[in-house]
């Protein structure tokens, strides 16, 4: 079965550091450009980042750049979004997402999401 | 940075009846646009991509239309379970962008 499962979500203070994880299974995950997007509590989506298959490729929305960095390991079937700097405005569902082809392409594949909540 | 604007933002629609979606983009996004369904507590599901074809399992009453800067969604006879919010997404360029949701309701 395709799967992508999200952890490393939580509580966080404003200012500090956290880092999300994706384990993707069930697919040839070095084949894909993988994505995070987000949804702040009752908002609408947000494209966070992206990296293409071998890391050649890597974007992001203009309200997290230079604050996270996304990441994959090919060989362990995983991506990574560190997140540094947090503030309330980073408080969302966030969720990885796998494109439907290996060329740019929609979001085919997501996973059930991890929760971040930036609060002193 | 391309902006997707969907129109409109809420569209109360009684079941059985036909259901039109709007999507614009502030520039060419050629045929790479997708639109996605949301229930709550639920991840998006893929609908449709490059504009027109439906994704694996979807429904024919779901089709999507458009190119350039115009898009639709047509849900052809509303069912309980299309009562969601419908996402508009451009592939086109990075940075990927997204649409602010049309939630469609029951009448």
């Known amino acids: 079965e395709v799967q992508l499962v999200e952890s490393g979500g939580g509580l966080v203070q404003p200012g500090r550091s956290l880092r999300l994880s994706c384990a993707a299974s069930?697919?040839?995950?070095?084949?894909?450009?993988m994505h995070w997007v987000r949804q702040a509590p009752g908002k609408g989506l947000e494209w966070v980042s992206g990296?293409?298959?071998?890391?050649?490729?890597?974007d992001y929305a203009d309200s997290v750049k230079g604050r996270f960095t996304i990441s994959r390991d090919n060989a362990k079937n995983s991506l990574y979004l560190q997140m540094n700097s947090l503030r309330a405005e980073d408080t969302a569902l966030y969720y990885c997402?796998?494109?439907?082809?290996?060329?740019?392409?929609?979001?085919?594949?997501w996973g059930q999401g991890t929760m971040v909540t930036v609060s002193s | 940075e391309m902006v997707m604007t969907q129109s409109p933002a809420t569209l109360s629609v009684s079941p059985g009846e036909r259901a039109t979606l709007s999507c614009r983009a502030s520039?060419?996004?050629?045929?790479?646009l997708a639109w996605y369904q949301q229930k709550p507590g639920q991840a998006p599901r893929l609908l449709i991509y490059?504009?027109?074809t439906r994704a694996t399992g979807i429904p024919a009453r779901f089709s999507g239309s458009g190119s350039g800067t115009e898009f639709t969604l047509t849900i052809s006879s509303l069912q309980s379970e299309d009562f969601a919010v419908y996402y508009c997404?451009?592939?086109?360029?990075?940075?990927?962008?997204f649409g602010q949701g049309t939630k469609v309701e029951i009448k």
């Open positions: 997404h451009q592939y086109n360029k990075w940075p990927r962008t």
């Open positions: 490059g504009a027109s």
């Open positions: 997402a796998r494109d439907l082809t290996p060329g740019d392409d929609a979001f085919d594949i």
């Open positions: 520039q060419s996004v050629n045929s790479n």
């Open positions: 990296i293409s298959w071998n890391s050649g490729s890597i």
């Open positions: 069930g697919f040839t995950f070095d084949d894909y450009a």
